[in-house]
Structures are given as C-alpha cells and as structure tokens.
Nanobody, 123 residues
C-alpha cells in the first residue's frame, strides 16, 4: 500500500502562483512514477503532469506546459507541482497519483490516489 498526502492548494488571483506538494509513504521502493490530475466541476478528470523516478517528465501540453513544472525529491518521496501564471480555468481539485513503473497520462493506470486539494483562481 502507498499513502499520498497532498498540500498547498488555496485561493489565488489570476496571474499568481501556487506550489502543490504530495508526500508518498508506504511501499515506495522500486521504480515508480507520480502524477498530477485535476477535475473541475462538471468536467472529467484530466491529466496535468507526471514524473518518473529518474526525473523524466511529461505534461499536458495543451493547457499547462510552460506554466506548470513538476519536480520531485526522491529522498523525501515527495512530488511538487509549481503552478505559475494561473488562470481561472485552472480552478479544480488537484489529485496526486502513484503508479508502479514509468509515467503515464492515463489515470486508469495509476494505483493509488491522494484525497485532492482545491485550487481556486479568481479573475
């Protein structure tokens, strides 16, 4: 089992920044990847970014690339999502996810999920 605890959400004005954190505990040995997804009210969950243990990354290029940066601290088993130039359309619940193996943009391939953290961007 792996437990994920997210933090860092909140209310910010458009153009502002937030940094989300997700700490993983439990069976975090071996190769794994962590990702961020988000779900806005009335919309389906969508992929945001993911990172594997060696630091390789992938982003949803259409909406966040160039504004969001995913990174991780392997010693702390923690992944971060730095969000800059936030827009009202970034408003959503952001979820951290964990999967064994390399990263994936498909949420259905992730094995564990955090409880979510609310990000609200005001115009």
């Amino acid at each position: 089992q792996v437990q994920l605890v997210e933090s860092g959400g909140g209310l910010v004005q458009a153009g502002g920044s937030l940094r989300l954190s997700c700490a993983a505990s439990g069976r975090t040995v071996a190769t794994y990847s962590m990702g961020w997804f988000r779900q806005a009210p009335g919309k389906e969950r969508e992929f945001v970014a993911a990172i594997n243990r060696s630091g390789g990354t992938t982003y949803d290029s259409s909406s966040v690339k160039g504004r969001f940066t995913i990174s991780k601290d392997n010693a702390k088993n923690t992944v971060y999502l730095q969000m800059n130039s936030l827009k009202p359309e970034d408003t959503a619940v952001y979820y951290c996810a964990f999967r064994w193996g390399t990263f994936s943009q498909s949420g259905s391939t992730y094995h564990f999920w955090g409880q979510g953290t609310q990000v609200t961007v005001s115009s």
